[in-house]
């Protein structure tokens, strides 16, 4: 996401990448403005005009159309943002019906500032800093299976799986099937990357430095990370999103951030420490100043007044907010205790 102009009673945006879009799909508010270019068919033109001046040939034209948000429609990872409203500005229709499509690239203005809260301006600050890295992109490397993930603000997407298993590891020229195997997922890797993105070998054993290896004997230059994990498949990604592996430059990434935080509630929920769950305790805790850090998932966290007033609070008393992401491991761990947990400055007793 990048920010273009800042008037105070409204934004000018460009998507950047699907962060942006998942993020200004998380923001967006039922009758708030959005405007950009879109089209229209102008039924006033073309040939064969019927009697009520409207025309059954009619132009497709390019206007700028400001709607009224009414519905918004994101799959998570989609390049593309469907917000569906009623027409408010533009020369034609007004009232009418109309769909923007929004994908990354484009520029749109948003109004109605002061219906975003201080959550809303957060998960924007951070949406813009990280459109100035590249793409995150972790293979988990094993003897026999190599997953290729691609990880964005919302969740991780599983982008390729190869796989040995089956057949092949025993047989009489098993050193030039593992080396074809090697060859054949660096090669589907290559075609995957883009030259912002930043690559991260996992895996317990030597196989990601083979395939290391062969990614730079296929020319590949550009920045590799290597990251020994204690295992393999998707125990290897949490490992590294929790920051197990030591790796610093995932550690401020906001699913890395997330899941950290759950494991360490879920550490503290096992030794009866200084965590709580649910609202009624949350809000207790929250009300005594004890909140050191919020973990709420994003969606619930613009569910209703009372998360947004919790957030308030506890951003008040000098508590962290983190927002988390709602399509992985952690966010369901989240969800399954009620969309929020906090870590407390000291231990409460219930």
Sequence with gaps: MQLVKDSGESLTLRIRSIDGLWALA???????????????????????VV??????????????????????EHQPFSERLRVHGTITDAPIDLGAHHTHLISIGDKLDVYDMEM????????????????????????????????????????????????????????????????????SAASALIQTLT????????????????????????????????VPTNSGGRSALHEFLSGSTGNQAITEHALAKATTLMDESLRRIATNGAVVYGMKAIQ????EGAIETLLI????????TDTSELSNL?????????????HHDASQELLGLGGCIALLRWRIDP
């Design 195 to 226: 030259p912002d993105s930043d690559l991260h070998l996992l895996g317990p054993g030597s196989s990601k430095q083979a395939l290391d290896l062969e990614l730079s004997s296929l020319g590949h230059r550009g920045k590799r990370v290597l």
């Design 297 to 304: 998932d994003a969606e619930y966290l613009r569910s209703g």
């Design 26 to 48: 998380t923001m967006l508010r039922k009758g708030q403005r959005i405007g950009m270019l879109g089209a229209r068919r102008d039924t006033t033109t073309g040939r064969n």
């Design 116 to 183: 975003w809260t201080l959550d809303d301006r957060a998960l924007l600050k951070s949406t813009i800093a990280v459109a100035s890295s590249g793409r995150i992109i972790v293979v988990v490397v094993e003897a026999d299976e190599i997953t290729t993930h691609l990880l964005s603000m919302s969740g991780w997407k599983e982008l390729d799986h190869k796989t040995l298993r089956g057949g092949g590891k025993r047989a009489t020229n098993a050193d030039s099937v593992l080396s074809g195997f090697i060859h």
């Design 284 to 287: 207790q805790a929250a009300d």
């Design 314 to 326: 506890v951003r008040a008393t000098g508590g962290e907010i983190v927002q988390c992401p709602s």
């Design 51 to 72: 009697e009520d001046g409207r025309s059954k040939a009619a132009e497709r034209r390019s206007m700028r159309i400001e709607l009224a948000v009414e519905q918004v």
